[in-house]
């Protein structure tokens, strides 16, 4: 498969084995063409009039100007008869596919004869030189303008996009600075039209004049494209409205154009399958989230920190009038209600998760505001049912749902809140009807049935350690837990003690082979054993934690541990858990007691009535006392090894409308030169 594998988990941080990087074995790519406005169409007798189906690319006239042998001037008007193309634009990576092996012919003498023609820096220069105009002809609504410097930006992607497939970065620079000359000659003065061209990017999406402030805008600008979640206008669709405030030109174009320079950014629009899933309706959207998520896990030079990171790390809310830090040098503020609804109302794609993950771990402002919020159900229901569908999920999706709840629960007011919070009918809750629950009660509901799914089938430590970790940093705030699920935290002991007894009789019936037979290596029960015993003391430690911290908010739990109060007997004497059962013996012992006198055939609510009167009786001085509960996320010291292959397996996986060749993919280990 291509998504990397989790490997090697330690307690509370992400590691990885493998990244990624595009670097592709010897293939050809594609160039492929969009199609303009339909009255365009009409007064556009040109490339597109005679490249109306697929098989005609190759022959085109046009395009085989530009790749041939011969050189083409600046000032040249072929230029304005090759951006004035109608071949329609391919809408998924299928359809990008088949143009790949259409145009193979094409895109391989491009490659051969650019040293020699210089035509890749000409078209460069010609683009570069109408982005200067963009502006005005916005303003004058010159659709013809845009509409051709749109097809130039998207027949530059194109080729970029082959460039970069075929040669290294020295290669792709010295292609740059090819002009007219003797074969294999270059001019000194363009070496940085690469450079600028990638500058004018940068400025047509934030619409900038200086390349400093780029880094916080251009944040900024992708943000509020994940935010806005624009939909594709219909196809046909032209109208150019005046430009809006906020968000650069690109913005102002695009909510009007359906072929216009927004489908350049989202690649001419959603396919099919991106127009039926939730996450993909807006490819504007989707394709700035995932730059956005790529630029952010970018490696820090050795003297210089990633400053995209620090960009979304110290960005403020709009409300928020206090000054910003002399030492944040890329900081901006953003409307952090309209984050937050859309972040609530995107957790279906992996990569809105992450972009979550990203901001509560790294941005404190985000976070103490979020914790803040009123409507927190809003955003952890999303989560938990992304965890409940762990069978429908990759696991990357899982573990970064996870750890969103491990960060959230590290706060004392979360954990109390959400025990405020009360729910009606769960639809997707499908193992038993819950009419009415708190949000805490479903949420531990929901871990639990995580760690069963992991006990069963993929048996991640990792998995273990974080869900126990969330349900551990609840524990002391647990209120008025729901029956159902003081019922599913002593099942989660019972199957742990099975487990626990069934290893132990395993590690016994070894033992005894080994003295008969010293041949056979032996499996390693003892650290089985270890394992599992470390889970059932981290169960104990919860459940105690409970009762010695709010023991009289939950009498559901107290009529859990009555009820399978044998569970705990072999644990009384077990070395490793003498000192936290103490509590949970006094307990079961009192109640048990008071249970007794009340009689036998007792009624379910007779029984929680005796628990309720029992609570006040109860000499909490007796009960010892424990350190606090808490567990802490930190990322790995490498944190790189895990996110930055995530982040490209998301770009080739859920990029709309780009076609990556899976055999020119390649994963290497970090360390590799």
């Known amino acids: 498969m291509f998504a990397p594998v989790m490997t090697d988990h330690a307690s509370g941080g992400l590691q990885q084995s493998q990244a990624l990087c595009w670097f592709p074995e010897r293939s050809w790519s594609v160039v492929l063409w969009p199609c303009p406005c339909e009255d365009e169409l009409a007064t556009t007798q040109k ?16 395009l085989q100007k530009l790749s041939g042998t011969e050189s083409v001037s600046e000032n040249d008007p072929f230029w304005n008869q090759l951006f004035s193309f109608s071949f329609p634009a391919p809408t998924s990576s299928s359809e ?3 143009l790949e092996e259409a145009t193979i012919s094409v895109c391989k003498s491009l490659v051969e004869n650019n040293p020699r023609t210089g035509n890749l820096g000409a078209l460069t220069k010609v683009f570069l030189s109408r982005t200067r ?82 880094t916080s805008k251009l944040v900024k600008t992708l943000l509020y494209n994940f935010i806005r979640q624009e939909k594709p206008p219909p196809p046909g669709t032209h109208v150019f409205p005046p430009q809006s405030d906020g968000g650069g030109l690109l913005y ?9 320079l927004w489908s350049v950014f989202t690649l001419g629009g959603a396919s ?13 959207a989707n394709q700035s989230l995932l730059l956005l998520l790529v630029l952010v896990n970018l490696t820090d030079a050795p003297d210089t920190p990633n400053p995209y990171r620090q960009a979304v790390t110290s960005f403020k809310n709009t409300q928020d009038s206090s000054p910003f830090p002399s030492s944040v040098p890329h900081a901006f503020q953003i409307n952090f209600n309209s984050l937050y ?50 069978e429908e999920r990759n696991s990357h999706h899982v573990y970064m749902a996870l750890i969103i709840l491990l960060i959230l629960t590290e706060d004392d007011g979360f954990n109390r809140s959400i025990h405020e919070v ?6 997707w809750y499908s193992e038993r009807v819950l009419t009415e629950i708190s949000l805490g009660s479903l949420l531990i509901l929901v871990v639990i049935r995580t760690i069963q799914y992991n006990m069963t089938r993929t048996r991640d430590k990792y998995l273990h350690t974080n869900c126990l970790a969330a349900l551990a940093n609840m524990s002391a705030q647990f209120r008025s837990l729901h029956q159902y699920a003081a019922q599913r935290i002593i099942s989660l002991f019972s199957l742990l003690s099975k487990k626990h007894n069934k290893v132990l009789e395993q590690a016994t019936q070894s033992l005894r082979g080994s003295l008969s037979s010293s041949d056979v290596p032996l499996p390693d029960y003892a650290q089985d054993l270890s394992v599992i015993e470390e889970v059932i003391r981290m169960m104990l430690e919860i459940i105690n934690s409970c009762l010695t911290n709010s023991l009289h908010h939950n009498p559901n739990l107290v009529y859990a541990l009555l009820y399978k109060r044998d569970l705990f007997e072999q644990f009384r004497t077990h070395p490793s858990f003498q000192d936290i059962m103490q509590n949970i013996d006094l307990v079961i012992s009192f109640f048990s007691s008071r249970l007794l006198q009340a009689g036998a055939e007792l009624s379910v609510e007779r ?25 802490k996320y930190v990322e790995e010291e490498q944190p790189e090894e895990f996110f930055i292959p995530y982040v490209w397996s998301l770009v080739y996986n859920s990029a709309v409308g780009l076609y990556w060749n899976p055999q020119d993919i390649q994963l290497f280990t970090m360390d590799s030169d």
């Open 422 to 427: 009360i729910l009606k009918n769960i639809t």
């Open 133 to 214: 105009e963009l502006r005005l002809s916005a303003e004058c609504q010159n659709h013809i303008f845009i509409w051709q410097t749109h097809n130039a930006l998207f027949i530059i992607c194109c080729l970029l996009k082959v460039f970069i497939c075929e040669m290294s970065e020295e290669e792709l620079q010295l292609h740059f600075m090819y002009e007219e000359k003797s074969p294999g000659s270059y001019s000194s003065n363009s070496e940085d039209l690469l450079e600028e061209l990638l500058c004018s990017l940068v400025q047509l999406i934030t619409d900038t004049p200086l390349f400093l402030p780029y």
């Open 47 to 62: 490339m597109g009039s005679n490249s109306s189906r697929i098989s005609d690319l190759p022959k085109n006239e046009y």
């Open 272 to 284: 099919s399958k991106a127009a039926a899933s939730p996450e993909l309706t807006s490819p504007l």
């Open 607 to 631: 029984v929680l009535e005796i628990i309720k009167q029992g609570v006040v009786a109860l000499p909490k001085d007796r009960l010892k006392k424990f350190p606090e509960l808490k567990f």
């Open 341 to 390: 609804t859309a972040l609530c109302e995107q957790q279906t794609s992996d990569q809105a998760t992450l972009l979550l993950y990203t901001l509560l771990h790294q941005n404190s402002n985000v976070r103490t505001y979020m914790l803040a919020r009123t409507d927190m159900e809003n955003l952890v229901l999303p989560i938990l049912e992304i965890l409940y569908h762990v």
């Open 96 to 98: 990008l596919k088949l």
């Open 252 to 260: 102002g174009l695009a909510s009007g154009v359906a072929t216009g």
